[in-house]
């Protein structure tokens, strides 16, 4: 594998559900990102990783609590979603926090019902 | 408040056209603006990056011109094929931030 993978592609949920979107990225990358892409609207930055470390939270409700276990991987675990979370969720990397060019993942589709 | 807009919305041109998108932004900070593209299905891939040292780029058929005073900046495709329709983001990034900022998309599609 190559590159930045998300899964799943693909996520309906319940408002009272708790799930779990998984980003790995093969790239040896030291920072991790997860971005919400609705449509009209520029790609929001949630949060953001430097060598596991949390070094940006950008104004994110608390349902949405990310986990970097390791450089390599990222978790953005939800809870008690609302309809207005429904978005596409992208995970990107980048050689260093601090760097223009991101390694973007295809994204989950996130449905909220 | 948007850090970076982007014109038009949507473009439609014909094949062998020059399509252009506009970017405009007000914060004398940022000393990189790259162009992302992205295919349905796809996550954005960065496509040409330029900084405010000079006033244009050109990788292939991809040109980014710079106006530092007026600071605008645009992507030019020339000679557009029905394969470079997707859709482009502006962004903009200062040294140092852990953000990127993007502007708002503009779809293009190039007709046969």
């Known amino acids: 594998e190559t590159g930045v993978t998300q899964t799943p592609r693909h996520l309906v949920m319940g408002m009272t559900n708790k799930k779990s979107l998984k980003c790995e990225q093969h790239l040896g990358h030291n920072a991790m990102y997860w971005y919400k892409q609705s449509a009209k609207k520029p790609l929001e930055l949630m949060f953001v990783y430097s060598l596991e470390e949390r070094v940006e939270n950008n104004s994110v409700p608390s349902r949405f609590s990310p986990e970097c276990p390791n450089s390599s991987h990222l978790f953005l675990h939800l809870h008690t979603l609302q309809p207005e979370d429904s978005a596409l969720y992208l995970c990107?990397?980048?050689?260093?926090?601090?760097?223009?060019?991101?390694?973007f993942g295809e994204g989950s589709r996130l449905t909220v019902l | 408040q948007q850090q970076v807009k982007q014109s038009p919305q949507s473009l439609i041109v014909q094949k062998g056209g020059i399509s252009i998108i506009n970017c405009a932004y007000e914060n004398t900070a940022f000393d990189y603006f790259p162009w992302y593209q992205q295919f349905p299905g796809k996550g954005p891939a960065l496509l040409i990056a330029?900084?405010?040292?000079?006033s244009e780029k050109k990788e292939g058929r991809f040109t980014i011109s710079f106006n530092k005073s007026a600071k605008q900046f645009s992507l030019h495709i020339m000679d557009s094929q029905p394969g470079d329709s997707a859709t482009y983001f502006c962004?903009?990034?200062?040294?140092?931030?852990?953000?990127?900022?993007f502007g708002t998309g503009t779809r293009l599609t190039v007709i046969p």
């Open positions: 330029i900084r405010p040292d000079v």
């Open positions: 962004a903009a990034h200062w040294t140092g931030a852990n953000n990127l900022f």
């Open positions: 990107a990397s980048s050689r260093t926090s601090g760097v223009g060019e991101l390694f």
